[in-house]
């Protein structure tokens, strides 16, 4: 699930209430899909592989993609199963927007500190540096604000491989997970979601200044086109760390999908990545239309 870095870009809390309504409507509609990633995430694959001709007639191995998957879900749960877990994931989104913005109101910064094409190389990066520290700032406190909730929200589709019901409401989630793991359980995975949310925000600042100073001309279409780009290889670039996440929030607590044979027990984020690394899965759920089957993953092939 990889809900932490689609508004990395923007400054944070600055986008007004409008936009918060925009996001939530937005990621409501959207939540299928996600929750589909977030089982391809976690290592769930209940349907075949399929042989497929490249256009360069080598014959590959692939998995039926996210719509398809979706769909797979609603056979299985009805259209209402296709939406657990977002009451959680919106109010961790509300808890992003306004901490985002309480942060941000209280580091202020100087107008001066505003990038003007007219200042030299240094002033520039200086000046991003500044910006950046505070994104970084505003998202880190959002981060961990909102994890718990995050946490609840990706315990609660994690029981669709399973069929269980351990994980129902929000405070009895929350309740639950506290009573049996304490607050380390509140908090498994964080370390992975910082590196991505923290990542995104470097990457996203350096890659625009990058893209507009040296690459575009200062036209209001190519920043957009800058914005889009940043963004893009941004969240590219730190994906992996949205599957260790996912994988190390549900390990080994009570969930099938978080318990062998599904998933190893493993004793750290670290050695998760290391895994997922070795068996070639870090980037699992990244493409929505065309996912290749990883040639060290026995069990999908046995599927065939």
């Known amino acids: 699930m990889d809900s932490d870095t689609d508004n990395r870009s ?39 592989p399929y042989r497929h001709r490249s256009i360069f007639g080598e014959e590959r191995l692939f998995l039926p993609n996210l719509i398809i998957y979706a769909k797979y879900i609603y056979s299985v749960d009805g259209f209402k199963g296709m939406y657990i877990g977002l009451g959680p994931k919106i109010m961790g989104i509300c808890i992003e927007h306004f901490s985002s913005s309480l942060m941000s109101d209280y580091i202020q910064i100087d107008k001066n500190q505003n990038i003007n094409n007219k200042d030299s190389d240094l002033e520039v990066w200086t000046k991003c540096a500044i910006k950046t520290s505070k994104e970084m700032i505003c998202t880190a406190t959002s981060i961990i604000l909102s994890h718990p909730l995050h946490i609840v ?103 099938a999908a978080g318990m062998p044979p599904d998933m190893p027990v493993f004793g750290n984020w670290l050695e998760c990545m290391k895994y997922l690394y070795r068996t070639d899965q870090l980037n699992r759920g990244s493409s929505t239309w065309f996912r290749r089957v990883p040639l060290s993953n026995s069990k999908l092939l046995k599927l065939l």
């Open 153 to 255: 929200s990706m315990r609660m589709m994690a029981q669709f491989v399973g069929y269980e019901h351990r994980y129902t409401l929000v405070l009895q989630s929350i309740l639950l997970i506290n009573r049996e793991e304490g607050v380390k359980g509140l908090f498994a995975g964080i370390i992975p979601r910082l590196f991505a949310g923290l990542g995104t925000v470097i990457l996203v600042n350096v890659a625009k200044q990058v893209f507009s100073r040296y690459l575009f001309d200062p036209s209001p279409m190519t920043l957009n086109i800058a914005d889009f780009a940043a963004s893009y290889l941004a969240n590219a670039a730190t994906y992996s760390f949205n599957v260790v996440t996912a994988c190390t929030a549900i390990n080994n607590c009570g969930l």
């Open 10 to 48: 923007e400054e944070n809390g600055d986008a007004p209430k409008h936009n918060l309504i925009g996001k939530c409507v937005m990621k409501t509609i959207t939540h299928p899909l996600d929750y589909a990633r977030f089982l391809v995430q976690i290592g769930h694959e209940p349907m075949a």
